[in-house]
């Protein structure tokens, strides 16, 4: 069974520092690349960061710097830490993975969680 649910997000300000999880079913997450994808009103759904199974790591350009994508094996579960944070960075953010794919591009990914919402208010 798959299984990935996302916590974490929430509201603050311009420059704050969130960190949503993400636990996934425990077969999921040691065989598939695990990801943050984002979308905001109005917009496509787009990649904001990926993670390998050996802990290969990519990133959108748009947060390059100040999003760290991370995993803690023991608990089966997949961290965005979030810094600097722009008003653009709303967006619902969705906890993805693919037994295969490991990039930044939305398509691929056939595993998804419910989302967890992210507002910086400027």
């Known amino acids: 069974q798959v299984r990935l649910k996302e916590s974490g997000g929430g509201s603050g300000q311009s420059g704050g520092s969130p960190r949503p999880s993400c636990v996934a079913s425990t077969y999921i997450y040691k065989h598939s690349c695990m990801g943050w994808l984002r979308q905001a009103p109005g917009k496509e759904r787009e990649g904001v960061a990926v993670t390998a199974p050996n802990g290969d790591t990519k990133y959108a350009d748009s947060v390059k710097g100040r999003f760290t994508i991370s995993r803690d094996n023991p608990k089966n579960t997949l961290y965005l830490q979030m810094n600097s944070l722009k008003p653009e960075d709303t967006a619902m953010y969705y906890c993805?993975?693919?037994?295969?794919?490991?990039?930044?591009?939305?398509?691929?990914?056939?595993?998804w969680g419910q989302g967890t919402q992210v507002t910086v208010s400027s």
């Open positions: 993805t993975a693919h037994s295969i794919y490991c990039g930044l591009e939305p398509g691929p990914y056939n595993y």
